[in-house]
């Protein structure tokens, strides 16, 4: 959706910038009374009000009403476009079955590709939208998608086409990402290194070819691919010019952190099993760990993620849904925060980083979005709560009063 041309202001909110200086040590929240402009979709200043009206004398003013102002949330890990429905392996987890022992009788991520394969574009987009006006409900303003459902050419093409018709639908931005390495199709069952040559020769050139694709992603994981696989793959990725993304260490240590990071990886996700070498090998190369605490949950896991050795080093923290039909049918980032504070130990303004600023520097959006800053994309929520605290504490709330996308006010 197209932003209009006309000058706004945002005025009288408490403002959580989501600056880097406005997250204090320990976890002190700076909110401050602060008034927003926005032109042609951008923030063109942030400060008093008084100062904003002299400088915009025209802007049509828009009260926040004295309530907490936050950028738009950013959900930078989402399977959101799939079809078919999985709540039967949930059942059948639930009654003790492993997940891995699901993958392996055809279940899993499996299941949902044959149902993917089988459904139209505009069946894909259909399904996904409530899931998506779930998340808007929550106040985010971008979100990333990834295929990786088809996994032959025509269905990951159908599922990026999908994320791009959503983001043509509803006012948020899209970031897709090609996770063409999600895991091996079943016509290569027997031949997985068959699978990881066309990938390199033809799947990833083509998609790359296309514009559909923001990034790439790959499963690094017993049941996924190997390390050395995931590395080739990476390689074809990036002389395409696609940044590469990892899903990493969720059910054992295969030092996949540590491979993003040598790949220069935007973000290695779920990191479970990540160990002090691969944690350092983040710090260094400036990935992003995206920590997915509903696929923690779903799953009954019991390994954490090494969250003190990432604050330690410094590894920027994001928090994402990993909205998919099988281990993380999530579709709230308020949720995904109160998970990752409860089963994690992050702390308020951690989680609230890791949902916007960090989670932007995990697409690679850093400067377009993330924070309230000049230049970038006027995209906030305006929320009805006392305190930020409360955007973690409260689970099952809504407290979402008014979010605004590149200058426009929506729900
Ligand atoms: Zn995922």
């Keep these: 959706m197209a932003a209009t041309t006309d000058t706004r202001i945002i005025a009288n909110g408490r403002v959580w910038t989501g600056s880097p200086g406005a997250v204090a040590a320990g976890d002190g929240i700076a909110v401050q009374p602060l008034a927003i402009a926005a032109q042609r979709g951008r923030i063109a200043a942030v400060g008093a009000m008084s100062e904003l009206q002299r400088k915009f004398p025209d802007a049509v003013v828009f009260d926040a009403g004295g309530r907490l102002v936050t950028p738009g949330l ?16 949930f059942a ?168 993003a990071a040598r790949h220069g990886a935007l973000s290695a996700d779920h990191l479970e099993y990540t160990d002090a070498a691969g944690v350092d090998a983040l710090a260094a190369a400036g990935t992003v760990a995206v920590l997915l605490p509903g696929a923690y949950y779903f799953l009954r896991e019991t390994q954490r993620p090494p969250v003190a050795a990432l604050r330690r080093a410094g590894v ?25 504070a409860v089963e994690f ?30 230049g970038k994309w006027c995209d906030l929520a305006i929320w009805n709560v006392e305190q930020p605290a409360e955007l973690v504490h409260n689970l099952g709330a809504r407290p979402l009063h008014r979010r605004f996308w590149h200058g426009q006010p929506g729900e």
């Design 74 to 89: 950013i959900d930078c890990h989402t399977h959101i476009v799939h079809a078919g429905n999985r709540a039967g392996e």
């Design 92 to 259: 059948r987890r639930l009654a003790g079955e492993s997940y891995q022992s699901i993958a392996r009788s055809g279940g899993g991520i499996l299941s949902t590709v044959r149902a993917t394969r089988a459904a139209s574009l505009q069946q894909l987009v259909d399904s996904a939208l409530p899931r998506v006006d779930a998340l808007l409900a929550d106040g985010v303003t971008t979100l990333e998608i990834k295929s990786g459902y088809g996994l032959d050419l025509e269905t990951e093409q159908r599922m990026l086409q999908a994320a791009r018709t959503i983001a043509q639908q509803r006012a948020l931005t899209v970031t897709t990402t090609y996770l063409g390495a999600h895991t091996i199709p079943p016509e290569y069952a027997q031949d997985a290194e068959g699978y990881v040559v066309r990938l390199c020769t033809e799947l990833i050139p083509v998609i790359a070819a296309s514009g559909l694709a923001d990034a790439f992603d790959a499963y690094c994981e017993s049941v996924a691919f190997t390390p050395e696989q995931v590395g080739r793959i990476f390689e074809a990725a990036r002389a395409h010019r696609l940044p590469v993304k990892l899903h990493a260490d969720q059910l054992s240590n295969l030092h996949g952190a540590a491979l």
């Design 345 to 374: 130990g992050l702390g308020v303004g951690e989680c609230l980083a890791g949902v916007t600023r960090h989670a932007a520097r995990a697409l690679g959006v850093q400067d377009a979005t993330g924070s309230l800053e000049p």
């Design 316 to 340: 920027p923290m994001a928090v994402a849904t990993d909205c998919n039909p099988g281990t993380s049918p999530l579709s709230s980032i308020l949720a995904a925060m109160n998970l990752a």
